[in-house]
């Protein structure tokens, strides 16, 4: 799976719209998963694209927000 940084600017811009930060979602990840989550392991992945859809869906979940698959357009 390829996330395009366009996800990771929108999960920052929305972060900032809900006053919260990387790091609280990396630490309540980590409840969700029962593993050490950190920021530089969230952020690590953000960056390398290596962030798992199901991740994304507990960070969606976390922030209180869906996350949503479109098709890409043709054309």
């Not at 811009?13 to 969700?32: D, H, I, P, Q, R």
């Amino acid at each position: 799976m390829i996330i395009s940084m366009r996800i990771v600017t929108e999960l920052k811009e929305v972060l900032y719209s809900k006053g919260l930060t990387l790091k609280y979602v990396a630490e309540e990840l980590g409840k969700k998963i029962g593993k050490t989550y950190t920021l530089a392991n969230l952020s690590n992945k953000l960056r390398n694209e290596t962030i798992t859809y199901r991740e994304m869906k507990l960070i969606a979940g976390i922030i209180g927000c869906e996350l949503e698959l479109h098709n890409k357009k043709e054309g």
